[in-house]
């Protein structure tokens, strides 16, 4: 008798998924996607914070080491030596306040800029909004920068100062911060994945940077014909505002506030709309 050979079932062929830009995206298509995978941006810098500090000796401290060591010296050499008058505000104070905005900003705007380029081997392996990582640094930060104020307020009442309860709108000029370095992030970070000579020139152009913002110097010591200039600075509003909502410092003027609102504003659409035009030669190029 013949036995007729059995069918064997067709192994099933693998499926193929293309994934394609919406032909209409837009800015909203950007925030959203941004907020809906708002917990893997979350994920991301809690993970950033434990590789940095997880082999060393004092762990998360050394967010609270750097400025306070970088206070010290800037008293010494710019109050003592130099003079730099403060508007009757302690210096170790006046410069402590200053440093943690623009420590925040310039670690956004360095570790944004080069988020791409570190997460290489995510990128490659993985699908998910590259929009996030340059976000992380912002999240990141935040958290050190909370831990560092808790060192000015006690700095603070050392010098017999109490803040100022405005105090509790230290969270919005941190969102602006965050946006403002997230802006320039969306921008720098696909340039450097391609031209690594943005990561290079980064950092030294973020130092000069400092020296031209009130970081270590009240503006009224800046000669009143150039202090317009400073007005065009964002992170000069910035920092002002945070030394007028803690140690009640002058409010920066009206116009600072518009010029504010407007780098904001613009570095974040022109950072979502380079960011997206550059993203398909990320994996290609990085």
Not at 32 to 48: F, G, H, K, S
Not at 99 to 127: C, D, H, P
Not at 155 to 167: E, H, Q, R, T
Request: proline content about 8%.
């Amino acid at each position: 008798m013949t036995v007729a050979p059995m069918d064997t079932p067709a192994s099933p062929q693998p499926t193929e998924v293309v994934i394609r830009a919406r032909a209409d995206h837009h800015l909203m298509h950007d925030i959203a996607d941004v907020w809906t995978n708002r917990d893997i941006a979350w994920t991301l810098a809690l993970r950033e914070i434990q590789i940095r500090y997880k082999q060393s000796l004092i762990g998360i401290a050394w967010a609270l080491l750097q400025p306070v060591l970088t206070t010290a010296i800037f008293t010494f050499v710019f109050s003592y030596l130099a003079r730099i008058p403060t508007d009757g505000i302690p210096y170790p104070i006046f410069v402590f306040s200053g440093l943690l905005m623009w420590q925040y900003f310039s670690r956004v705007v360095v570790e944004a800029s080069g988020s791409l380029v570190k997460n290489e081997a995510i990128i490659t392996k993985v699908f998910f909004p590259r929009l996030l990582l340059p976000l992380v640094p912002t999240l990141s930060a935040a958290v050190e920068f909370l831990i560092a104020l808790v060192v000015l307020v006690a700095m603070m009442l050392a010098y017999g100062m109490v803040p100022s309860p405005l105090i509790v709108l230290l969270p919005l000029i941190l969102l602006a911060a965050g946006l403002l370095g997230y802006g320039i992030g969306l921008v720098l970070s696909p340039l450097n994945a391609i031209y690594r000579d943005v990561g290079i020139a980064l950092p030294f152009f973020v130092q000069i940077a400092m020296y031209l913002t009130p970081v270590i110097y009240p503006v009224t010591f800046v000669p009143p014909q150039y202090q317009w200039l400073y007005a065009l600075n964002p992170v000069a509003t910035l920092i002002d505002m945070m030394r007028a909502i803690i140690i009640a410092a002058p409010w920066p003027g009206l116009f600072n506030y518009a010029v504010l609102a407007a780098w904001v504003i613009g570095l974040t659409a022109l950072g979502l709309g380079t960011f997206r035009k550059l993203e398909p030669a990320i994996v290609d190029r990085i």
